[in-house]
């Protein structure tokens, strides 16, 4: 049937998949795949989150596709199921967070963390580049880049915005939808949609910074960015606490999910749970890129297996040419998205 498929109008693929054909049912949501799971990330702040909502979503689009008003766009009427599956999957569970906006900074003194929370109260890193999220914007009427819609700024700010002015912003600024579309895959009016977007725009703008990482990335350019990185691996492999304090703004912020400590200033991170411990080589980095950001996938040596394994995936932020944060996700299953190794020979 694939052979066939490939060669048949999306008409035709409604009828047949209308009928039960579940490879044409395929072949007609997956061009869509990887920007619905984009969108259930910012609606939810999770990737595991974001791919359950996307199969409940699918499924009912499957169930309901004969339904379907063939005069509507069946893009815009998977992000209604798929925005609609979020709302329900937000009033279920409390949202995520990061831990800057969990409590204040830690005591410069105090260096031991506490116990950390369970997982299904912090954020997840999400993995664009592997996904397949596309440059620039998704439609002339988007405010905002596709990438930088998942920054961690961006998408941690989401996730204070009440779950239908989050829904509203999303369609409307990222995603370049009319008020009208709005209101009718949130069943409201034009007005409503209108107001909701002027209450998100204030409270997002409050919480963003001033640049974007990608406007930042692309005045740093390719090479540069990649030199930092690699200066970044090379203070840490060889425990060059100095070297590492110097790649650091003044005002830096090391976070470590799902730990809610974390520290603020310079030197209260070169202070933290952030530097090496023990004589090199101990440490070792992988470079990804998670959120639209420079990151590195972490990994400690375990001396009794002889090898090195996960421990931290690294999401850096950056102004200009220093780090200003770094958000450690602390939770070595989060490496399997991002296709890094499972662990590093010795």
Not at 56 to 69: T, V
Not at 222 to 238: H, N, P, S
Not at 334 to 346: K, N, R, S
């Amino acid at each position: 049937m694939s052979s066939v498929s490939e060669q048949l109008t999306e008409k035709e693929l409604l009828e047949a998949a209308c009928g039960g054909d579940e490879d044409a049912f395929r072949r007609l949501v997956e061009p869509h795949r990887a920007e619905l799971h984009a969108h259930c990330y910012r609606m939810l702040g999770s990737v595991h989150d974001a791919e359950d909502a996307l199969q409940e979503a699918l499924l009912r689009a499957w169930r309901g596709l004969c339904g379907f008003n063939r005069r509507s766009r069946l893009r815009r009427w998977l992000y209604r199921i798929a925005t609609n599956t979020c709302l329900d999957a937000v009033a279920r569970r409390p949202k995520r967070v990061l831990p800057i906006d969990y409590g204040p900074p830690v005591d410069p003194e105090a260096r031991q963390a506490g116990e950390p929370l369970a997982e299904t109260a912090w954020m997840e890193p999400y993995p664009d580049e592997i996904i397949g999220i596309d440059e620039g914007y998704a439609a002339p009427e988007a405010r905002y880049e596709q990438r930088e819609a998942v920054e961690l700024a961006f998408v941690a700010a989401l996730q204070h915005l009440p779950p239908r002015q989050r829904a509203v912003l999303i369609l409307r600024e990222v995603l370049g939808f009319s008020a009208k579309e709005v209101s009718q895959t949130l069943g409201t009016t034009v007005a409503s949609v209108n107001s909701a977007l002027q209450r998100a725009r204030k409270g997002l703008d409050e919480r963003l910074p001033e640049k974007s990482q990608q406007a930042t990335l692309r005045s740093l350019g390719d090479a540069r960015a990649r030199e930092l990185v690699r200066e970044f691996i090379d203070a840490f492999e060889q425990g060059d606490v100095d070297a590492i304090v110097a790649l650091l703004a003044d005002d830096a912020r090391f976070t470590m999910p799902p730990y809610t400590e974390w520290y603020r200033g310079r030197e209260a991170v070169a202070d933290s749970w952030l530097m090496p411990g023990g004589p090199p080589p101990r440490l070792r980095y992988v470079p990804t890129r998670a959120n639209g950001q420079l990151a590195v996938g972490a990994y400690q040596l375990d001396e009794e297996q002889n090898r090195f394994v996960p421990i931290a995936l690294d999401v850096l932020t950056l102004r200009d040419e220093q780090i200003v944060e770094i958000t450690a996700f602390r939770t070595p299953k989060v490496f399997g998205p991002f296709g890094l190794p499972a662990q590093l020979a010795a």
